[in-house]
């Protein structure tokens, strides 16, 4: 992916697909903006890109009906408001193409119960949800294989809390490849060397999650700039008071990791910037540049959300030119698969 621009490699990468969804079970936060979003409106520009909100996984916790369908709607806006378009890219709501539920059950047949149980989100989100281990929540991740190959994808943005998931995707892909003959593109995951896994502001060890009872420990991408100067003033750090980026500085490194991915600098660069001042100026300048990084996405987000009629009609378009692209795939592989097409 480090062609020269332009070059005969460089346009045949350029036309190789990129997809990723994300649930809109909260208001996301500076995790997922840093750690997808940027990857996605970046990757935007190069790639045939297909972008998308994972409703149907978000059932898998039993949402509120109406919160659900809010939820949706402005998870979708987001993603119009980071500079996604359907004239750069194919964004879709996942539950508006009947295709991704119908190439599940395909994957859900080519999958063993012994590999979908070694799914570590599935033991976190277990237990943590014991009143409702549903069979979705077991089978979350042939769902998310199946958003991934029903477009053929090359290439996968994610953080790195997906990993897991897009390997299982591949041995799907190449199991059935191996049965019925090749039918599915194996994805690669993408990666970004930075920001991949941000981390909580109160316990700076786990990642940050949109599901942190503890409003403090993760930044919404809708927060004020007040309430991001606070969270950021509260940020747990260490007693050492120097901006130094090593091993066991778990809330400074993750305070850094932010810095560098809102201003482009690096971890040398912030050191000497911040040599001989304590963690306070720190915590101030990382605000800062978050609530700067935010503000154009912030603004564009208010301007579409008043523009309900808009919003309905580019997810239409995106579900129309995403279930073109799906219906070939599901056809080839409920082909290859013996079913009795009329
Ligand atoms: P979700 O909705 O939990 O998160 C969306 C994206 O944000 C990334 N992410 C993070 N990155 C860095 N630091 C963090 N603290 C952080 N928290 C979340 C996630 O890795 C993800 O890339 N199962 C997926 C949604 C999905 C999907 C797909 C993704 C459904 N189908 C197909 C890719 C391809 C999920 O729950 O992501």
Redesign the pocket.
């Known amino acids: 992916m480090e062609e020269a621009k332009n070059s005969p490699a460089q346009a045949r990468e350029a036309r190789k697909r990129v997809?990723?969804?994300?649930?809109p079970?909260s208001v996301?936060?500076l995790?997922?903006y840093?750690?997808?979003f940027r990857n996605w409106s970046a990757m935007a520009r190069d790639y045939d890109c297909i972008y998308g909100v994972?409703d149907l996984?978000a059932l898998t916790i039993r949402p509120e009906p109406p919160q659900l369908r809010r939820q949706s709607m402005e998870m979708f806006a987001m993603l119009l408001a980071l500079g996604l378009r359907q004239d750069n890219s194919v964004v879709f709501v996942q539950s508006h193409l009947p295709g991704h539920c119908q190439l599940h059950w395909l994957l859900n047949c080519c999958t063993q119960f012994g590999e979908a149980s070694r799914m570590t989100q599935f033991k976190e989100k277990a237990s943590a949800h014991a009143d409702n281990v549903n069979l979705g929540l077991f089978s979350?991740p042939t769902?998310?294989a199946a958003?991934?190959l029903i477009y053929q994808a090359h290439y996968?943005?994610?953080?790195?809390?997906?990993k897991q998931?897009l390997e299982l995707a591949r041995n799907i892909a190449e199991r059935f490849n191996g049965l019925y003959g090749q039918t599915f593109t194996l994805p690669e995951p993408f990666i970004g060397k930075l920001?991949?896994?941000?981390?909580s502001l109160q316990e700076p060890t786990k990642?940050?999650?949109?599901s942190d009872p503890n409003p403090r420990a993760s930044v919404s991408l809708l927060d004020s700039p007040e309430q991001i100067v606070k969270k950021f003033k509260s940020a747990v750090t260490d007693s050492e008071a120097c901006v130094r980026y090593a091993p066991g500085k778990d809330g400074i490194n993750n305070l850094m990791t932010i810095y560098a991915c809102c201003t482009g600098k690096a971890f040398e660069e912030i050191e000497r910037e911040f040599a001989g001042r304590g963690y306070g100026d720190f915590k101030a300048a990382v605000a800062e540049a978050v609530v700067e990084e935010l503000r154009p996405f912030q603004e564009e987000f208010r301007r579409l959300l008043a523009e309900p009629g808009y919003l309905k009609q580019a997810a239409a378009e995106g579900a129309e030119r995403a279930a073109r692209l799906a219906a070939r795939t599901v056809d080839k592989a409920m082909k290859k698969m013996g079913l009795w097409q009329i």
């Not at 997809?19 to 649930?23: P, R, T, V």
């Not at 996968?156 to 809390?161: C, K, L, Q, S, T």
């Not at 920001?195 to 981390?199: D, E, L, Q, V």
């Open positions: 997809l990723s969804l994300i649930q079970t996301p936060t995790g997922n840093l750690g997808a994972a996984h979350y769902l998310m958003d991934i996968v943005p994610i953080g790195d809390d997906q998931h920001g991949s896994r941000i981390k990642k940050m999650s949109k």
